[in-house]
């Protein structure tokens, strides 16, 4: 990835647990949003924090963002089956350019079992 | 709510062939960003437009180009297809260039063979 690296790379939890994704970025952003996909389908959108925001949450999301350590960190609480998926941060920032495009972390994939 | 349209959903060309992928954006929303996804990679930025005109490029081949209509919706049209093209295709809106989020069409899953 151009921009971001995110662990693990790879997780398996209990149905019930919490699930922590971390995402770590090389430039300065605007912006940093978390999206998820299911296997080999498209990206639904999760939450955005921008960059003058320490924590966000929306629902059982929580999503932190450290500027100084160019890090954000997604929790799921109280994890279900249907969280199995990938999750992407992506950021945005001035990478030139007049719009906004994306640069995507490497992804973590999320397996939680029943 | 709405949300971004592409179509086909799925597409299998040959070699040397050409495609044409559309997107239709969430209404109201003047700005379409074009991103492709590897098997197993993080999806790539390729090219975006703003009210109709071009408005950044990423790592886009020279034998693809793109457009946005009057309507809003754009074409991403692909000649010469190498097997490497084989990808998901991704298409996302956002109403202005500012700190908006990116919606993301369901994809277009190229195939060449």
């Known amino acids: 990835s151009q921009q971001g690296e995110e662990d693990p790379q790879a997780l398996s939890i209990q149905e019930g647990e919490n699930a922590t994704m971390n995402c770590s970025y090389k430039?300065?952003?605007?912006?940093l949003q978390w999206y998820r996909q299911n296997s080999g389908r498209g990206l639904v959108h999760l939450i955005l924090?921008?960059?003058?925001?320490r924590e966000k949450h929306s629902g059982r999301l929580r999503v932190t963002l450290d500027t100084s350590k160019k890090s954000s960190s997604l929790l799921i609480t109280a994890s279900r089956a249907a969280d199995t998926a990938s999750y992407f941060c992506a950021t945005d920032g001035d990478y030139g350019g007049a719009t906004n495009k994306l640069i995507f972390g490497t992804g973590t994939l999320l397996a939680v079992q029943p | 709510a709405a949300g971004v349209i592409q179509s086909p959903r799925h597409l299998i060309k040959e070699k040397r062939e050409t495609a044409t992928l559309k997107c239709y954006p969430i209404p109201r929303h003047d700005t379409v960003y074009w991103y492709q996804q590897g098997p197993g990679q993080d999806p790539q930025f390729l090219i975006s437009?703003?009210?109709?005109?071009?408005?950044d490029k990423g790592s886009i081949p020279d034998r693809f180009s793109a457009q946005q209509f009057s309507d809003y919706h754009s074409e991403l049209n692909m000649s010469s297809l190498e097997l490497g093209d084989s990808a998901l295709y991704f298409c996302?809106?956002?109403?202005?260039?500012?700190?908006?989020?990116?919606?993301f069409g369901p994809g277009t899953r190229l195939t060449v063979t």
């Open positions: 924090i921008r960059s003058n925001e």
């Open positions: 437009f703003y009210e109709k005109m071009q408005s």
């Open positions: 430039t300065s952003i605007n912006n």
């Open positions: 996302a809106s956002s109403l202005g260039t500012g700190t908006y989020e990116q919606y």
